[in-house]
Structure formats: C-alpha cells, structure tokens
T-cell receptor, first 114, second 116 residues
Framework: KAGVTQTPRYLIKTRGQQVTLSCSPISGHRSVSWYQQTPGQGLQFLFEYFSETQRNKGNFPGRFSGRQFSNSRSEMNVSTLELGDSALYLC?????????????FGPGTRLTVT | AQTVTQSQPEMSVQEAETVTLSCTYDTSENNYYLFWYKQPPSRQMILVIRQEAYKQQNATENRFSVNFQKAAKSFSLKISDSQLGDTAMYFCAFHLGTGANSKLTFGKGITLSVRP
C-alpha cells in the first residue's frame, strides 16, 4: 500500500504570495490532518478534514485554509505569505480520525518564504 | 485544553544501552490516547508506540516500552538495546478518543543521539 504523499517537497516563495500544498492520503483513509512544524513552535495542528468537511481547526489565522476532495486528497492554501510561515508542513491520514486510528504522516513540504 | 510537556530537549546514550524519555501531559478527559512518534533526520514521522488510557497494561513494541502512570499523567518511553538507527527526534503526543476533536497535540520533542 502506498504511503502518504505530499507535493511539492520543497517550495520557495516571496512575501505576499500565496501557495498551495497537496496531500494524497493512503488509499481508503478518509481523515486528513495538517500540521505546521517550526523550530520555535514545534508541531502545531492546522486543521482536519473528514469526508470533504473540515471537522476541526487549530489556532491559525484565516490566511490558512484547506479543502478535501471526494477522493480524500487534500490541499492547504496559505495566502499573503509572511516570513513566519516558513516551516515544514506535514499532513497525516487515518481511516476515520480519532485516537483509535493510527495517523500516517507524509514526508512534508518544506516552505521557505523570502 | 490538553498540553504535553517534554522537559528534556536533548539526550545521548551509548549504543546497546537503555534510555528513558520523559513526558507529562495534562487533561481533564478520561478517554484518550498517548503516542510516541519518531522523526529521523529524513523527516518522515513514524509511530513508535501507542497507549490507550483505559488500559492499565503498559504498551510494548519490541525494544520500545512505555511506563504509563495515569494518575500522575506521566508517559515515558524506554528504549532498550539502543541502536544507531534510533537517533532521531522523539515526540510525545496526546489524542482525544472522539473523532469530533481529532487532533494530535505534540510536545516540543527531544533529540536523542545514540553514540557508537
């Protein structure tokens, strides 16, 4: 079974631009969660999608948004990029979400904002 | 709100020896799960071990075991017979049991170095 894939793996953007990151979950998984990882703040939860609906959201500004498609693939978008958005963005998929299911992580997208 | 605390930023251990990584958490919930994740330098996060809060028996996975003290809200990871491949960042994480609040809350992580 193929693992979680994220594209692109690396991205360099300029302040003020917007960016879209993509995550393809493991086949059959319906829950996709996104996390931001930075050296200062560690791993922080962005949002979770289940069956195309945002089910849970972390404490991030509205510039961060996401969506999920009928095939469970998910995208996250960051508009009006700031230097502080430079981070490793991880997505994780699981069957139904919740602690009972193991979350499988992708390799991440490294975003650098200059 | 749930919090996870890993107070040790770095640890080092000799190959083949045993090391214990500490983690404490805070929650008012009863139904939850605790995890240890490993993130090697390649950055792929991997689940090491999982503990269900309602199970008193400590989870074990080969060389990895936990000491789960529910009353003390403590969840430490013991790595026996440390191997060079265990060198990584380790994160303790908390997850509520219900799907409606499906998120992992992570600690800051600890960098473990295994010396040859």
């Amino acid at each position: 079974k193929a693992g979680v894939t994220q594209t692109p793996r690396y991205l360099i953007k300029t302040r003020g631009q917007q960016v879209t990151l993509s995550c393809s979950p493991i086949s059959g998984h319906r829950s996709v969660s996104w996390y931001q990882q930075t050296p200062g703040q560690g791993l922080q939860f962005l949002f979770e999608y289940f069956s195309e609906t945002q089910r849970n959201k972390g404490n991030f500004p509205g510039r961060f948004s996401g969506r999920q498609f009928s095939n469970s693939r998910s995208e996250m978008n960051v508009s009006t990029l700031e230097l502080g958005d430079s981070a490793l963005y991880l997505c994780a998929s699981s069957l139904y979400g919740g602690g009972r299911d193991e979350q499988y992580f992708g390799p991440g997208t490294r975003l650098t904002v200059t | 709100a749930q919090t996870v605390t890993q107070s040790q930023p770095e640890m080092s251990v000799q190959e083949a020896e045993t090391v214990t990584l500490s983690c404490t958490y805070d929650t008012s919930e009863n139904n939850y799960y605790l995890f240890w994740y490993k993130q090697p330098p390649s950055r792929q996060m991997i689940l090491v071990i999982r503990q269900e809060a309602y199970k008193q028996q400590n989870a074990t996975e080969n060389r990895f075991s936990v000491n789960f003290q529910k009353a003390a809200k403590s969840f430490s990871l013991k790595i026996s017979d440390s191997q060079l491949g265990d060198t990584a960042m380790y994160f303790c994480a908390f997850h509520l049991g219900t799907g409606a609040n499906s998120k992992l809350t992570f600690g800051k992580g600890i960098t473990l170095s295994v010396r040859p």
